[in-house]
């Protein structure tokens, strides 16, 4: 018997954090009786229903393999819960070609106590899509920030996920290491035009950090991005830059427009769907790109993604 998607939405949004392992893997079920559950569940928790947008802050981390992203974020964790925040973290792994299920294990990488009622940590693998997000984690980020203070998306850093995070975090944080020029290709090459805030991690390296915070601050400089904060840290004890890097998040969040940008995604991701659906084929028949965009801002602001591509699909079928 499939799980109660009207109940289990109830839940969380009683800020019940025990609803939301069901939930996942509610939206994490092919079988057709789970996924109609999950489409309930999703449209009590959507904006349009809440009249408002989910309050929890959703950060996507992503940086190249080795950038010490699960380090970081163990010390993020600590200090999310010394501040009050409840945090879920939604680690995207790579996929074992054999099972198509996760190549890593989220409890090996990420230091956390498996107690503490108030953070969740969930693997899932990024199946066909490398480098991007499952196909679910967009879903989850959006169920889970209703019920969670702080929800965090973890790339595996490769490929299409930078493209992919950016769609679904309010925030998005690129992690490099020092010396390895990770982060001045992620800027030339246009994966990112702009990430949110940059963090250079093992900033006990020293000078090398310093030279690689200050290269990066002028490369930002030179694309116009002179806000961007570029955060250098140490994550092994003792730590360093960790509540800088809190803060950094923070004022981010405080400083953008939530909901036109969340808006913005969802129909950006409506509309990736429809290509990935349509083709370039269904795309002309709609008028092209730009009255495709029309059509989708003529939608409610607070529709989820399902709802949009369904609307396109009506006016490709009129």
Same mark, same amino acid.
């Given at each position: 018997?499939?799980?109660?998607?009207?109940?289990?939405?109830?839940?969380?949004?009683?800020?019940?954090?025990?609803?939301?392992?069901?939930?996942?893997?509610?939206?994490?079920?092919?079988?057709?009786?789970?996924?109609?559950?999950?489409?309930?569940?999703?449209?009590?928790?959507?904006?349009?229903?809440?009249?408002?947008?989910?309050?929890?802050?959703?950060?996507?981390?992503?940086?190249?393999?080795?950038?010490?992203?699960?380090?970081?974020?163990?010390?993020?964790?600590?200090?999310?819960?010394?501040?009050?925040?409840?945090?879920?973290?939604?680690?995207?792994?790579?996929?074992?070609?054999?099972?198509?299920?996760?190549?890593?294990?989220?409890?090996?990488?990420?230091?956390?106590?498996?107690?503490?009622?108030? =953070? $969740?940590?969930?693997?899932? &693998?990024?199946?066909?899509? +490398?480098?991007?997000? *499952? %196909?679910?984690?967009?879903? !989850? @980020?959006?169920?889970?920030?209703?019920?969670?203070?702080?929800?965090?998306?973890?790339?595996?850093?490769?490929?299409?996920?930078?493209?992919?995070?950016?769609?679904?975090?309010?925030?998005?944080?690129?992690?490099?290491?020092?010396?390895?020029?990770?982060?001045?290709?992620?800027?030339?090459?246009?994966?990112?035009?702009?990430?949110? =805030? $940059?963090?250079?991690?093992? &900033?006990?390296?020293?000078? +090398?950090?310093?030279? *690689? %915070?200050?290269?990066?601050? !002028? @490369?930002?400089?030179?694309?116009?991005?002179?806000?961007?904060?570029?955060?250098?840290?140490?994550?092994?004890?003792?730590?360093?830059?960790?509540?800088?890097?809190?803060?950094?998040?923070?004022?981010?969040?405080?400083?953008?427009?939530?909901?036109?940008?969340?808006?913005?995604?969802?129909?950006?991701?409506?509309?990736?769907?429809?290509?990935?659906?349509?083709?370039?084929?269904?795309?002309?028949? +709609?008028?092209?790109? *730009?009255?495709?965009?029309?059509?989708? @801002?003529?939608?409610?602001?607070?529709?989820?993604?399902?709802?949009?591509?369904?609307?396109?699909?009506?006016?490709?079928?009129?």
């Amino acid at each position: 018997m499939s799980p109660d998607g009207a109940a289990l939405a109830a839940r969380l949004r009683e800020r019940d954090l025990d609803a939301a392992p069901a939930a996942l893997n509610l939206l994490e079920s092919s079988a057709p009786d789970d996924r109609r559950e999950a489409d309930v569940m999703l449209t009590a928790l959507s904006p349009g229903t809440l009249g408002e947008e989910a309050p929890g802050h959703v950060i996507g981390v992503t940086g190249p393999p080795g950038a010490g992203k699960s380090t970081m974020l163990s010390a993020l964790l600590a200090g999310w819960r010394a501040r009050g925040r409840t945090v879920a973290l939604l680690a995207v792994d790579p996929s074992s070609r054999r099972s198509g299920g996760s190549l890593l294990g989220d409890r090996a990488r990420i230091d956390f106590d498996a107690g503490d009622g108030g =953070v $969740l940590i969930r693997s899932s &693998a990024a199946g066909e899509r +490398l480098g991007g997000l *499952a %196909r679910s984690t967009a879903a !989850a @980020a959006e169920a889970l920030a209703v019920a969670f203070d702080v929800v965090v998306i973890e790339t595996v850093g490769v490929g299409q996920a930078e493209t992919d995070v950016a769609e679904v975090a309010d925030t998005v944080a690129v992690v490099v290491q020092p010396g390895a020029g990770d982060a001045l290709q992620f800027l030339k090459s246009g994966i990112m035009e702009v990430p949110d =805030v $940059l963090v250079v991690t093992k &900033a006990d390296l020293g000078q +090398l950090a310093l030279a *690689a %915070r200050r290269d990066l601050t !002028a @490369a930002l400089r030179s694309l116009g991005a002179r806000s961007t904060p570029v955060v250098a840290i140490s994550s092994l004890p003792p730590t360093s830059g960790i509540e800088e890097l809190l803060d950094a998040l923070e004022q981010h969040r405080d400083g953008v427009d939530l909901a036109a940008r969340r808006t913005g995604a969802r129909r950006t991701r409506a509309l990736r769907e429809f290509l990935a659906e349509h083709g370039d084929r269904g795309l002309r028949e +709609l008028g092209g790109r *730009a009255q495709a965009e029309r059509l989708l @801002a003529a939608e409610d602001p607070g529709a989820e993604v399902p709802l949009l591509i369904d609307a396109l699909e009506r006016s490709l079928d009129g």
